[in-house]
């Protein structure tokens, strides 16, 4: 498992914010990766996520209120294809609590000090317009430090019926 909402609400949260807050920081990245064509296809495809999944696309639902809809609050390997696991490894890599620079990144970006700390972001728009470039320069890195003849570099293609 890559990230969930208890690993937060079950630590140190702020009282008086809700539980939900704790899944932001999750969702922004989880629109971000399904904006990619990073996740596993199941959730585009199942009739009881579909809807959902295009109205997270679109912006109509955020990332997070479709993790706590559908995804328990949890983000974990069979959420993604092969290169969204191996980049969702890199990007959250961390010695010591598993969040790494995916969590450096938002912080940074978001100025997440300055709000009081990291469950006092807004799950809107604008933050996540901010966070979703940050979000595709550390995925060009890490696409760019592969080696040239890994399959995880080739263009995905969708076959057209």
Known sequence: MYDHIRFHTDEDYPAGLPPERAATHIGMYWRWTASQGLHNPVWQNTPETA????????????????????????????????????????????EEDGYGSFMEDYIRT????????????????????????????????WQNSLKPDSPHLQPQTTQIP
């Open 51 to 94: 809807a959902d999944f295009a109205a997270m696309q679109s912006g109509t639902i955020s990332g997070a209120d479709f993790l706590l809809k559908h995804m328990d609050g949890a983000l974990t390997p069979d959420d993604f294809n092969e290169s969204g696991r191996r980049f969702t490894e890199f990007y959250y890599d961390d």
């Open 110 to 141: 978001l100025d997440t000090p300055s709000l009081g700390g990291l469950y006092h972001v807004a799950d809107n728009a604008e933050n996540y317009a901010k966070l979703a470039p940050v979000f595709q320069m550390a995925f060009t890195r």
